[in-house]
Structures are given as structure tokens and as C-alpha cells.
């Protein structure tokens, strides 16, 4: 079954009936947000029902999408959290990011500016690597680029999409050895972004980081993991009650081949290891637990097959 | 709003340069001050590197003392009676007031009225003449912050000046020997007479 990522907007009104048909129709919800009166649902559901969903929806006025990002989790890597950088244009792509179903974690590097001093400590670096994809925010010219990306992406070995003010062939043309994604023309900005302009290119930003993420999922394709990470989230929260007892907007981050459990790891990572998934399978069989590099959280890293010789 | 008199980037990289035309058209926008810049060069040079900005204010208003908005009115028992024709500059009028006078010996009986209990004699004069609001003052301060911003944020070694109409700012991430930055400062200033 080939499941896809959807974000369903509607009103607050008998939602449940459209959230009932993806647990019924064997679908995952990772996310459910209640806005005042609306709601947002991203889910994963079985490609051929999508249409289904589209068909019970409509009576109650809610909107089905494609969003291609839901179940990641991505690092928005800027060069510092000051003023230069923030909102503008790194909070705006974060946030575009977001609306395409992404749980994004904004990164701000402590000494990322400049052009000689920029730096990549081993903190920043730990944080980025346990996330799908890095999405690295860089300035406006090539010469800057150039010289510091090499120290940023140092010990990188997560699959980074790289965008600066210079356009994509010249971002391509300097950065050796080359990166998995690359989107040019948006550099600092001084403003929202919302001109036609602009939102093009946060919407080829979207489609760039689509493809590098399809490209991982085809690798882990090939030995694939031996529960998937939507289905694990679900026994997760239906054992221990994470997101009902949690403040947190996302208390089980799915990402595409683990989750971040927000618990603290002393007192928890045991009690989540002994968690039974199916028949004599625990969640410590199948998983590596680590302690996350963010705060005190849980991170989950799934096995593959051949490792484990389980499919759930 | 009138735009700049004249407005240059200078920059070796074309994309660059457009971009940080933007930024700092979006950031004088913002702290209101494309309204007081009448001429204003930008040289970009990130090989270098260095960010140099040099220009010249257009005309300012003057200061702004009490007589220019208040009536002063002399009271038999010694005070002075403020009437206030504007509000504008009220808030600032009574931090000086107080800062001089103590808060005690400052009364406002109503929204436009103000009464000075002078500890020792004041005159209408003295009082009127006393200044408020010095417009130069904080439109300075929010050049140089404009500058600090929309200038690369590495460029943490930083120089700026201002006299009369006249400003520069200029940053980098090496050190700046003040000699070096008189000859980038005199060199802009040359080329921004030379291009008008």
C-alpha cells in the first residue's frame, strides 16, 4: 500500500468523521491542529482513497491537499537569529515550509555570519544531522558563499538544500563538492515575502526539497524499515497517551525514518524500548533509542529489514 | 515619499548589488528616513571585505523649543501657566520639565495646560527658550542602526561618523585603521561628486 501525505483545512464541525475514515481506511494522522473555529489535519492515507476523502469532505466544506512534506522533519539552518536574518527571510521560508505539511526546527547558528568567522560548532552540527534535510539560508554574494559554506556544511551528513541570492547555476558553479539541492535568488530580504516573485521561488524551494526527499526515500526503499515511522508514532501514542498528555504541537515528530519522541530520555527511553508493537516485536527490536541533541527528547532511528529480518 | 536625490551601489557582483538595493531601500523605508537622505552611495566589496556608505542629509527642522508650541503666561503668584497649542512634543516638553524643576513643582491641571512652580525666578523668556525636542538627534541614531542592519551582518568592525549633513559608515570583518577608512570614505565621496 502506497500511502501519501495530505493536509485536510476545514471547519471544526464533524471533522471527526473525515479523521475516523483515514484510521478506518488504515491512514496515519501526524498532526491535528485546531485553529479557533478550523482545522488542520496532515495525515498520510493510501493513495487510491485520496479521492474518497475528497468525496466525504466536500459536504463539510474541507479542502484536501497534497503536501508533499508532511512526515519530515527539516532543519531551517540560518546564519545567526539576529535582525539581518529574521523574520525576513528565514522565518518566512520556515513558515512555507510548514504550510507544505514539514515540521520545521529553525537553526540559528551561534557564529554562522561573516564571511573568515563563520563557524559550525559540534552542538549545531549533532542537531542538524538528526534531521531529514538541512535547508541552508545563505546571503547575497557568490565570493561569501564560496569561502564559508565549506565550514558550515562540515560534518553535515544529512541531505542539504543550499539557497543564496546568487541564481542556481552560480550557486552550482561554486560549491564543490556539489550538494543535493540548490535554489537560487532568495537572499536576505527586508521585507515579507509575498510578492508573485517570491512566492515562485518558496514554491520551487518546496519542490527542490520534494525531490531531494524522494531521492532519500527511494534509498531507504531499497531496505526498507522495518516498521514505518507513521504506524510507530500510532502505537506510541496509543500505549502512553503522548499527545493528549503534552503542550507540545507536535509531542511525536515523524521524520522519514525515526521520530522524536518530546519526553525526557532518563525517565522515559526504557519505558518507550519495552513498548510492544505486534505479537512479541518491541519498539527496542526495531529501533536504535537515542538521546536527542534537542533539549532532553527521545529520538527513535528505525532499523531496516536487513538488520533485523522483522516487517511490520 | 521623494526618493533619493541620488542613490548608487557599487558592487562587484550585479545580483548582489540588486539585492542589497532592496534591503536597504526596504530598511530607510522602514525607520522612515528615505525622507531625510538627499544623496547616498553604497561600495560592497566582499572580497575584500568591506561595506562602506557615505551621503548627506537633506535639510532638517530645526529644535524645538517650548515657545514654538506653548503659550507662556506669567502668574501673580510667581508660576508660569503653559498653554499648550500642540501635543506633539507635550511628553518630552514635561520629561525636561521635571528633569529641571522637580516633579513636584510640575502641575497639568488639564490636557493642554501646564503649571512650572519655579524654585527660583524663571522668566517667559528662559522658559520658552528652552529646547525639547532635537530632531537630529534620534534620526542619527536610526541612520547608523538603518546602516548597522541592511550592512552584512559579519562586518562586526564598524565605523561611523556624522557632522552637519554629512555621513559615512563603514564596516568590515578586519580591523579598520582610521587612516584606511579616511581614503574609502574620500574615495566614495569623490565618486559620488563625480557621478552627479
Known amino acids: 500500500m502506497t500511502f501519501v501525505p495530505i493536509t485536510y483545512k476545514g471547519g471544526v464541525y464533524k471533522h471527526d468523521i473525515v479523521t475516523d475514515l483515514i484510521d478506518d481506511l488504515g491512514g496515519f494522522i501526524i498532526q491535528r491542529h485546531v485553529i479557533a473555529s478550523d482545522v488542520v489535519v496532515q495525515a498520510l492515507v493510501p493513495q487510491e482513497d485520496i479521492e474518497l476523502i475528497r468525496e466525504i469532505s466536500r459536504p463539510l466544506a474541507g479542502e484536501v491537499s497534497e503536501s508533499p512534506l508532511v512526515g519530515t522533519e527539516i532543519a531551517v539552518v540560518s546564519p545567526s537569529l539576529e535582525i539581518h536574518h529574521l523574520p525576513h527571510s528565514s522565518c518566512d521560508i520556515a513558515e512555507y515550509l510548514r504550510r507544505s505539511g514539514a515540521k520545521t526546527n529553525m537553526v540559528g547558528l551561534a557564529r554562522g555570519f561573516g564571511k573568515r568567522i563563520a563557524n559550525l560548532s559540534i552542538e549545531e552540527r549533532n542537531v542538524i544531522n538528526e534531521h531529514d534535510c538541512a535547508v541552508y539560508l545563505l546571503g547575497s554574494f557568490e565570493a561569501c558563499i564560496e569561502h564559508k559554506f565549506p565550514t558550515l556544511r562540515r560534518g553535515i551528513t544529512v541531505p542539504i538544500i543550499l539557497s543564496g541570492g546568487p541564481d542556481t547555476a552560480a550557486l552550482q558553479k561554486i560549491i564543490d563538492p556539489p550538494v543535493e539541492g540548490y535554489v537560487g535568488n532568495i537572499g536576505r530580504v527586508g521585507h515579507r515575502m509575498r510578492k508573485e516573485g517570491e512566492i515562485n521561488k518558496l514554491d520551487e524551494l518546496v519542490d527542490e526539497i520534494s525531490q531531494v526527499l524522494t531521492e532519500v526515500r527511494k534509498g531507504i526503499a531499497k531496505d526498507p524499515l522495518s516498521v514505518s515511522p507513521a504506524r510507530l508514532m500510532k502505537v506510541l501514542d496509543d500505549t502512553w497517551g503522548i499527545t493528549e498528555g503534552s503542550t507540545h504541537p507536535t509531542p511525536i515528530t515523524v521524520q522519514i525514518d525515526g521520530l522524536r519522541v518530546k519526553l525526557p530520555y532518563e525517565e522515559f527511553a526504557e519505558k518507550i524500548g519495552t513498548t510492544v508493537i505486534d505479537e512479541d516485536v518491541t519498539v527496542a527490536d526495531v529501533t536504535e533509542i537515542r538521546q536527542s541533541k534537542m533539549r532532553n527528547y527521545i529520538l527513535l532511528k528505525i532499523k531496516r529489514f536487513s538488520d533485523t529480518a522483522i516487517m511490520i | ?196
Open chain 2, 1 to 196: 515619499m521623494k526618493a533619493f536625490e541620488y542613490f548608487v551601489i557599487d558592487c562587484p557582483e550585479p545580483a548582489g548589488a540588486e539585492m542589497y538595493r532592496g534591503i536597504i531601500s526596504d530598511v530607510l523605508l522602514d525607520l522612515d528616513l528615505i525622507r531625510i537622505i538627499g544623496q547616498f552611495r553604497v561600495r560592497i566589496d566582499p572580497e575584500l571585505p568591506v561595506f562602506i556608505a557615505v551621503g548627506f542629509t537633506k535639510k532638517l527642522p530645526g529644535l524645538i523649543r517650548i515657545g514654538n508650541f506653548c503659550n507662556v503666561l506669567p502668574k501673580p503668584d510667581g508660576s508660569l501657566l503653559l498653554d499648550v497649542g500642540s501635543e506633539s512634543s507635550l511628553a518630552a516638553m514635561l520629561t525636561v520639565l521635571w528633569e529641571r524643576f522637580g516633579r513636584d513643582n510640575i502641575d497639568q491641571p488639564d490636557r493642554f495646560t501646564v503649571v512650572v512652580h519655579p524654585h527660583e525666578p524663571v522668566t517667559v523668556d528662559e522658559l520658552s527658550d528652552i529646547v525639547v525636542v532635537d530632531p537630529s538627534e534620534g534620526m542619527y541614531r536610526d541612520l547608523i542602526y538603518g546602516l548597522q542592519w541592511a550592512a552584512p551582518e559579519g562586518f562586526k568592525v564598524r565605523r561611523q561618523y556624522h557632522k552637519d549633513n554629512r555621513f559615512y559608515y563603514v564596516a568590515s570583518e578586519d580591523t579598520l585603521p582610521a587612516d584606511v577608512v579616511e581614503t574609502l570614505v574620500a574615495e566614495q565621496f569623490a565618486a559620488m561628486e563625480a557621478e552627479q
